[in-house]
């Protein structure tokens, strides 16, 4: 007999059978679960209150390699990653933090004091108590961190209420992290980088969580999504989730000067801005009627497409519909 | 300049830097933690109500080797040792869980389907809800669960609140998880077992949470603390978190009839029951008041030894003192 090996199914596909297999374990009557598995946040109320948590893991030569991050910027975008998650809630103050380490035994001790260094500087920037500290012998470096924050107010911005009608918005530009991480691959951490490939090289290293952003705008929102798997896949989640479709106008997603001078070819541009990963904005929707309220509160933000009832997220580039296909995020 | 590794400290001195470290940052005003960091589970209050938290993590080949340890086995254990955690805080009810799961992609689905049986079934067990199925791509298998529970009562049963005069107790036997362990580095996985050793290894990768047992008698006792990392271990932070001592009286530490008939040495028997870790029994402390009471409702229960002022935890052997130097438990 054959065996059936996991590598043989794309990961996404894994995990989808994972998350169905697990959420079907979720339909029992519990009335105090506000948010299921499924979305950035699982929330429960207790009280009057709400508790929301989100858990990430990041493993060694899967979402970062040693040689490529200094360790406190590693520490720092452990915590980011997980306050992306609480800021794609809307308003939630993140309050404890558990930070499990795994550790190889020839870990240096500088290494290991950056490490932590970069996860307190950022539990302080957020205002964290660290609730936990597990730390365990490993083969790889791992960081598995749980954050657990509090609503801050009864709403709630979820990625299933995008409504027919809804513009489509981004906190900022797509694309620069999962260059940056190509040119890593492609030049290794000591070649000479000039400006534009550093910068591009930071987004993938040093991400910061959009948190204040959600904070000034979230209120507005009919929903909400950390694009953390890049612009296709958290669209596409978003649509589905909210059982709508959406038209994308591909040439207003933005895109940094940095990215259009380290990448020249206009595709290739767009390659990045569509399917590259870890950029760590926030997609969100928000009626005609606010569109222009929120772009005056937070500058930044495009409006890149509009969500409809077709169940299908087609994308248009000057006015052309272009068929996109799914071309996923390379792993370490 | 001569790097200095990690491995050149011992791994609890490790643990105890990273605590005290993580531990330090912990000290701004929140009004609302009751139980920090180091003990069983981080506990905070939310209006009426205290919610517990605790999290863990497994690694293959640290923690478990793949090829000891059923798959369906696994996920069971798992869950079990962070219900432990929530069983020593006495009566709290585990509520929701999260399921982080590394993956290597050479890992059979046979193997991936009965991780999960196990998990669920576990989650099942306790009536808990799978909040959070978080699976990532990695070289080793690594389980990392996160556990929420609620205050059932308004009283927590600490590790750090043992009185003068207590008597402290075991709710049941010492070593066998250890000498289990043993068995197997020593024979293999395939090596034809007698029942007696089946036993042992039953007791190491199959082990129970003392969950009901603590809600029986938890309200009862002053104290109360995991022994995940053996008896040696948990008694003295048990003593040291209270800032008391301890005599222990080794005789009194209950050994299976199974650890007798696989390890014939007396003296080896207990090394293993003092040294041995993943019983996943409780120690507790209770008022001699109540230690009959304890006794009928849970005849599984020894006691052991006293808690008194000295600050240390001595040992005696049939009336004689004996020094016991720490042996530590081998990591695989």
Redesign the interface.
Known sequence: MK?????SID?FK??DM??N???K??L?N?NN?IV??GDDC?C?K????K?F?????L?E???FKKNWIDPQDLGKKAVEVNISDIAAMGNVKP??I??????P??????F?KKL?KGL?MT??KY?M????????????I?I?I?T?G?GKTNKIIRRNNARVGDLIGLTNTFGDAGAGVDLLYKYGPKHKYNKYERFLISKQNNPKAKFNESIMISKHLTSLIDASDGFYVSVNLLAKNSNKGADIYIEKIPISLSLKKVIKNKSEQIKYALFGAEDYELIFTVSTLKAKLIKEILPSISYVGRINLSKKVKYFYNGKEKKVKYSGYR?F
Not at 3 to 7: D, G
Not at 46 to 49: E, N, S
Not at 98 to 103: D, E, N, V
Not at 129 to 137: F, K, P
């Open positions: 065996k059936k090996y996991i590598s990961e894994l995990i994972i998350k297999d697990f959420t374990l979720n029992k519990d679960i299921n598995i699982f429960f207790i009280g009057q209150k508790i948590i989100t858990k990430d893991m493993i030569n899967v979402h309050k404890y558990f930070i499990g380490l795994g550790i035994p020839t870990t240096s001790k500088i290991i932590y307190k539990c302080d205002n108590v660290i609730a936990g500290g597990d730390t365990v012998r490993a083969d790889k791992i598995s749980t657990i509090i792993h």
